[in-house]
């Protein structure tokens, strides 16, 4: 079981681009943590500087404390798994996963008995004397993983493992290798572009834009309490509201919006609150008048947009609901489900009065 630490993790590329910025993170043992960014964030950057397979311009990597930046990358017990991974074509399954057992020169019968192990547990107990081109590419991901476990590492660092893979197979490998953390307790570090990935595998995530660790927290945390419009945004948050804070209340091109206790300073604010939260109905505070612009309630998860005071909400009221387009209803937002950010740079900027 290891802990791992990035400390203030910096890489700059001979090009002049720097990938990783002041990166600092704590991945404790067994958990399986999510590193969620856009391509081009650092995502691939940092686990490349985890594995050694990179040297970095300035911070330290510990594993249990220990700075392992001298230690090299066959040593590290760090080991990664890709989008898209080789096997050995010339190897059955069996000697593909044995490989790397084969050259840390382990004994005949404690191999067997690794590589049928690690075959259980990726679900293809049967597999080993296949051949590498006749899996399918979820199965050849599964051996990937096998050949990674197999070596019993410190650290599994996977890379987008999942992003070539059609949905249905993606979800079931989701559901595996949480599993598989969990039984082996090995301490991991998922890669995903994909939000909800990241929210169905991780106990926790990290997103990371530009090279920057934005917010750590658990899945829930990023839908009730995003840090910034940007990373509301990247979670699906889609209403918006600029206002003035002063107290609990604060003045939005809506009205006056009742907000719960806020550390937020008076002054300008962004206000959000997510499109499942707004009920249909007058319910105590916050209510507001909304013209109908659109509903389509014949999907699951419902969908519709009203207009109040000219500013566009969307919210998810229940399937098969009564509503028409063109209909005045009321709308209420509750207290405790809206979130006070900082106000957004990109938006409206406002006026502040100084004293000279
Ligand atoms: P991600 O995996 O999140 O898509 P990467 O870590 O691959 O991001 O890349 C981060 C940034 O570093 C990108 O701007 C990318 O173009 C740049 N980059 C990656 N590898 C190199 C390299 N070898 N030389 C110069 N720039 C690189
Ligand atoms: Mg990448």
Sequence with gaps: MTTLTLDD?????????????DLTLTVNEGELMALLGPSGSGKTTTLRLIAGLLRPTR??????????????????????????????????????????LKIRKLDRAEIKERVAAALTAVHLPDYENRWPDQLSGGQRQRVALAR???????????????????????EELRQMIRDLVQETGITTLFVT????????????????MNGRLRQVGRPRDFYERPADAQIARFFGGRNFLSGIKQGHIVQTSIGRVEIPASPAPDGPVLLTVRPEAIEIGTNGHNNFLARVQMYNGRLPISRCQVSINGVPIHLTPPPFHNLNTDETIVVHFPRERICVLPPDETEETYEVSKTS
């Design 9 to 21: 993790l910096t890489k700059k590329y001979a090009a002049g681009v720097t990938a990783v910025s």
């Design 148 to 170: 990674a476990l197999v070596i019993r590492p410190r650290l599994l660092l996977l890379d987008e493992p999942l992003s070539n893979l059609d949905r249905g197979l993606r």
């Design 193 to 208: 572009h994909d939000q909800a990935e990241a929210v169905t595998i991780a106990d926790r995530i990290g997103v990371l």
């Design 59 to 100: 911070g330290d990597v510990r594993f249990d404390g220990q700075s392992i930046l001298a230690v090299p990358p066959e040593k590290r017990g760090a080991v990664m798994v890709f989008q898209t991974n080789a096997l050995f074509p010339f190897m059955s399954v069996g000697e593909n996963v044995a490989y790397g």
